[in-house]
Nanobody, 122 residues
Framework: QGQLVESGGGLVQPGGSLRLSCAASGFVSDVYRIGWFRQAPGKEREGVSSISTPYGRALYADSVKGRFTISRDNAKNTVYLQMNSLKPEDTAVYYC???????????????WGKGTLVTVSS
């Protein structure tokens, strides 16, 4: 049974940085794509960034390009999301998710973590 556990959320001022971590277990050798979604209050869940496990091909939402960087440490079975130049509109619960296919849609994910809250506020 696969499991994803997020960490690293918290309160940060606008312009600040945070690094989220997603520790994967149980299925790491099988998934094709892993990464991050977020859901702000009153809004739908949206894809933020993901990376393909065999080739390291990264995808980013337009709203985070140039500010967020996704990376992976295969030895630790962990995926990271470095978030810089944070804005109040980045405030959301961030979820780690994984897919056996190359989909990056909410409906296409096979595993979800429980989420970690990121609050950007002065």
């Amino acid at each position: 049974q696969g499991q994803l556990v997020e960490s690293g959320g918290g309160l940060v001022q606008p312009g600040g940085s945070l690094r989220l971590s997603c520790a994967a277990s149980g299925f790491v050798s099988d998934v094709y794509r892993i990464g991050w979604f977020r859901q702000a209050p009153g809004k739908e869940r949206e894809g933020v960034s993901s990376i393909s496990t065999p080739y390291g091909r990264a995808l980013y939402a337009d709203s985070v390009k140039g500010r967020f960087t996704i990376s992976r440490d295969n030895a630790k079975n962990t995926v990271y999301l470095q978030m810089n130049s944070l804005k109040p509109e980045d405030t959301a619960v961030y979820y780690c998710a994984a897919s056996y296919g190359d989909s990056w849609e909410v409906s296409g994910m096979d595993y979800w973590g429980k989420g970690t809250l990121v609050t950007v506020s002065s």
